[in-house]
T-cell receptor, first 115, second 111 residues
Framework: DVKVTKSSRYLVKRTGEKVFLECVQD?????MFWYRQDPGLGLRLIYF???????EKGDIPEGYSVSREKKERFSLILESASTNQTSMYLC??????????????FGNGTRLTVT | RKEVEQDPGPFNVPEGATVAFNCTYS??????FFWYRQDCRKEPKLLMS???SGNEDGRFTAQLNRASQYISLLIRDSKLSDSATYLC????????????FGQGTTLQVKP
């Protein structure tokens, strides 16, 4: 399973607050990803990681940072939340052994509203 | 032009109908292709991979046309439970593992 922990399915934060979303997977996957999904824009990749302590910027990394201290955990951090970061956040993982083109396993996601 | 394009729909069809969605991609170096299904307010789930020779899984058939750079998903004998958004996903050989998602096509099957 892939799960987003330490946050509820629906999260409301104020502008300027720090937001921490943690993704945990128990499938021993090397690759982990953070996406956001917005109406009319689809899923957009924020950051991904293919190994512990490794991270790569996705298509929209601005305003976000990530941390991968352990293989099973990939955290997304909004240092100072802004209203344009209101979105559905989805975490995913995939195994490296099957190549970079293996399908993703998504967690349940968190709908974040920044007021 | 978007890298992966889909008609957002919605496609409204009666139960038992056959419906098909297309998805076009812009990069000829595309390597892998998938269809995902996403129910309302839920996470996407892999429906099926798309192979060069085409593949079938029950009522679902996926096809790839590299010459015209599109993939298709055919659903036969539609069920009410097929109502969802179907996401087309493409990866490129030069890509380091990122999947490019289409915006999705919404299907609503009516009784």
């Amino acid at each position: 399973d892939v799960k987003v922990t330490k946050s509820s399915r629906y999260l409301v934060k104020r502008t300027g607050e720090k937001v921490f979303l943690e993704c945990v997977q128990d499938m021993d996957h090397e690759n982990m990803f953070w996406y956001r999904q917005d109406p009319g824009l689809g899923l957009r990749l924020i950051y991904f990681s293919y190994d512990v302590k490794m991270k790569e910027k996705g298509d929209i990394p601005e305003g976000y940072s990530v941390s991968r201290e352990k293989k099973e955990r990939f955290s997304l951090i909004l240092e100072s939340a802004s209203t344009n970061q209101t979105s559905m956040y989805l975490c995913a993982s995939s195994p490296l052994g099957q190549g970079y083109n293996s399908p993703l396993h998504f967690g349940n996601g968190t709908r974040l509203t920044v007021t | 032009r978007k890298e992966v394009e889909q008609d957002p729909g919605p496609f409204n069809v009666p139960e038992g109908a056959t419906v098909a969605f297309n998805c076009t991609y812009s990069n000829s170096a595309s390597q892998s292709f998938f269809w995902y299904r996403q129910d309302c307010r839920k996470e996407p789930k892999l429906l099926m991979s798309v192979y060069s020779s085409g593949n079938e899984d029950g009522r679902f058939t996926a096809q790839l046309n590299r010459a015209s750079q599109y993939i298709s998903l055919l659903i036969r004998d539609s069920k009410l439970s097929d109502s969802a958004t179907y996401l087309c996903v493409v990866t490129y050989s030069s890509n380091t593992g990122k999947l490019i998602f289409g915006q999705g096509t919404t299907l609503q099957v009516k009784p």
